[in-house]
């Protein structure tokens, strides 16, 4: 199973920059999908969640400034970032969970390949 991110890249702090994931179908329509970030020197963690069903879920630092969304018809999702700042560079990676709940780095069944976000100050 393959999992594709997109769209990293190099933006300014206070800038905006929209990552997507496409996902196989029988994935899509039945996992919830996540993007979790590594930062340099810092552990992987969780960014953004959002279920098949549509509900959303955030990390605190990044409430109010990123939204993710699902296009179920091109089976992708897409995590617009907002008001960027420098503590934001780390590579994001996009990860599908079957287990229902809250998404969790230990419950991941698949991974796609990280896509790198820089912020430049």
């Known amino acids: 199973v393959q999992l594709q991110a997109f769209g990293g890249g190099v933006v300014q702090a206070g800038g905006s920059l929209t990552l997507s994931c496409t996902a196989p179908?029988?994935?899509?329509?039945?996992?919830?999908m996540a993007w979790f970030r590594r930062a340099p020197g810092k552990e992987r963690e969780f960014v953004a969640a959002?279920?098949?069903?549509?509900?959303?879920y955030y990390e605190d630092s990044v409430k109010g400034r990123f939204t993710l969304s699902r296009d179920n018809a091109k089976n992708t999702i897409y995590l617009l970032m907002n008001g960027i700042t420098t503590d934001d560079t780390a590579v994001y990676y996009c990860?599908?969970?079957?287990?229902?709940?809250?998404?969790?780095?230990?419950?991941?069944?698949?991974w796609g390949q990280g896509t790198q976000v820089t912020v430049s100050s």
């Open positions: 179908g029988q994935i899509f329509n039945h996992y919830s």
């Open positions: 990860a599908a969970q079957s287990m229902g709940g809250l998404v969790h780095i230990d419950y991941i069944s698949y």
């Open positions: 959002i279920s098949w069903k549509g509900t959303t």
